[in-house]
């Protein structure tokens, strides 16, 4: 599948644009890959049993509050949003509820995980153009989309701050950039077995939280809530140039 733009040749996995170089995936992304393929369809149940218990996660009200975070930036109706590390497709069928008439973009660098989202979005009758890819090196150009999500990957990035530049490029002027990842809630008591089901969790990261100071310097109007006890939301919005107007 040659690429209008460079002129690349591209495969394809089940139908599915593969526009990752596999040449330049290495480290934890090669090896959370790998984990994912096996076991992806153990993931939505693993949230939904296993750390719902333990964290209070809720998953409709924790996936709510990220689109809420989305909209309340949002300062026109979007056209064009992309789910980067899309999976199962959860986040795209929410941003499909709560934008009809916005296009959807969802991405992810395991295929075992995009045939997941590809068979639960088709059951669900939402239409969203999905393709294997790298953040480290999106396939878009610049300015391209409204509005960024990205839910559980941060931590595992081989270049946060590459791929964190990657999210702002790909956004438009004033685009709204929401992040969800690993964080223990700084607030509450962390419990000799919190804190050891959390290190079990992210064994991937010595360190893991929201990565405030890799974003680049085009990220303003920052801020941090936290979910959940292990989870965190960083929301953004890219810069406008001096003087643009919305086109």
Known sequence: ???AGCGRRWGEVDGLPDLVDEAAVWGTDRLLR???????????PALRYLLAPIDGFDEDAVRARI?????????APPRRL???????GQELLRLAARFPDAALVGVDLSPGMLRLGARKLARAGVDAWLALADVHALP??????DGVVHVGAVNNWRDKRRALAELLRVARPGAPVVIVDEQLDPALRRSLVHRGLFRAMTWY????QAPVALLPADAEAISVTQLTRYFYLLACTKRRPSGEERA
């Open 82 to 88: 992309l789910d980067l590390g899309c999976g199962t």
């Open 205 to 208: 990261d010595r360190r893991p």
């Open 34 to 44: 790998v984990v994912y393929d096996r076991l992806g369809r153990l993931h939505d």
């Open 1 to 3: 599948m040659p690429c």
């Open 140 to 145: 878009f150009p610049d300015d391209t989309f």
């Open 67 to 75: 689109a809420d975070a989305l909209a309340e930036r949002l300062r």
